[in-house]
């Protein structure tokens, strides 16, 4: 007979056995990772509720959990804000029942509006859940050239044309450059950017496994991304432009220099990140060839009755859409992060 399983709350007793089992699990993200109970809870002060079930004293599953509570866009239990990925990692079904009822309990405790697992498998059938986001991930040849062929023909110029105009790739120790030039991509979409601070702390916790590339043209930056890096899989994350990388290919240029360094370093998967449906952000995927993987977000209703919709593409936020765009830039990142933290 198995042992029971218990579900506790994470301690620092039992951090590197959750994050070992995370790596080894097929389904383990780097957003299940353990560092991310840091990166919250300094960066944003949200509080957390990292689950772990155990069975003789063995890690069994692992559901990490941040509660997100604003007087605008609702009090939430997720998994995991400002992620792509997240949900119950289990290796059985005794696991992950027993972390699924005590999510469930801890929401209804807590009094959230609801509890949204974010998966990339559906998970729970009886709840509702969007499909609003897809991912896109590949396959990274250990042949550069091959690599570059297997962009399609159109955007594979692009990339040729960064090459052409000389652009070149550094990597930056700090988030200054990156935050310049992220912000001003977000205040263009008019979306409301996190602050500086964040992207240092996540620097500080996940170290070499947080990587900021900058593209440079006639010495100065056009482009840059930080990319997270798991297993044998490279995820670039946070990226923005200047209006001058346009003309020279810059942001295509960056994505092929994080897929190289990635494949010198022995990684094989390229993982381009979650885009919403009917996006540019999901056309420019495509065009490198990329197909979309659904996503599936699932909720667990408590005080709503309905799903919640928090996305700019819903027709509420237009006007603050439009106003945030026509905001300089410096403002946006002074009064952006209050609000961005519950965006997540």
């Not at 570059?148 to 692009?158: E, F, G, H, T, V």
């Amino acid at each position: 007979m198995s042992p029971d399983v218990e579900v506790q709350q994470l301690g620092p007793d039992l951090e590197s056995a959750w994050d070992a089992f995370v790596r080894a699990h097929p389904e383990g993200t780097f957003f299940h990772l353990a560092g991310w109970r840091e990166v919250l809870r300094r960066a944003f002060g949200h509080r957390t509720h990292y689950l772990v079930a155990l069975a003789g004293g063995e890690v069994r599953g692992v559901l990490p959990l941040a509660e997100v509570k604003s007087l605008l866009f609702g009090h939430s239990l997720v998994s995991t804000p400002f992620c792509v990925y997240g949900g119950i990692v289990a290796a059985d079904e005794a696991a992950k029942a027993a972390l699924e009822a005590r999510a469930c309990a801890l929401a209804q405790e807590l009094g959230v509006d609801y509890l949204e697992m974010r998966n990339r498998r559906r998970q729970h059938p009886g709840w509702p859940a969007k499909d609003l986001y897809v991912t896109f991930r590949k396959a990274i040849a250990e042949d550069s050239e091959q690599n570059l062929l297997a962009i399609p023909r159109k955007q594979r110029a692009m990339v040729r044309k960064g090459i052409q105009k000389g652009l070149s790739a550094e990597i930056d120790a700090r988030p200054d450059r990156l935050y310049a030039m992220y912000s001003e991509s977000l205040r263009n979409l008019g979306t409301p950017v996190f602050s500086k601070r964040y992207l240092g702390i996540l620097q500080e916790v996940f170290g070499r496994d947080c990587e900021i590339l900058t593209v440079m043209h006639e010495a100065a930056p056009v482009a840059s991304v930080l990319s997270f890096y798991f297993r044998d899989e490279v995820l670039p994350y946070y990226g923005g432009g200047t209006r001058a990388a346009r003309g020279v290919s810059g942001n295509d240029f960056m994505y092929w220099s994080v897929m190289e360094r990635a494949r010198e370093g022995g990684r094989r998967l390229f993982d381009y990140g979650r885009s919403k449906r009917g996006t540019g952000s999901y056309d420019f995927k495509t065009y490198w060839g990329f197909e979309p993987e659904p996503l599936h977000y699932e909720y667990f209703l408590v005080r709503r009755r309905e799903l919640p919709n928090l996305s700019p593409t819903n027709p509420k936020y237009e006007a603050m859409i439009r106003l945030w765009r026509s905001l300089p830039v410096a403002l946006t990142r002074l009064i952006g992060p209050p609000v961005a933290k519950y965006l997540g």
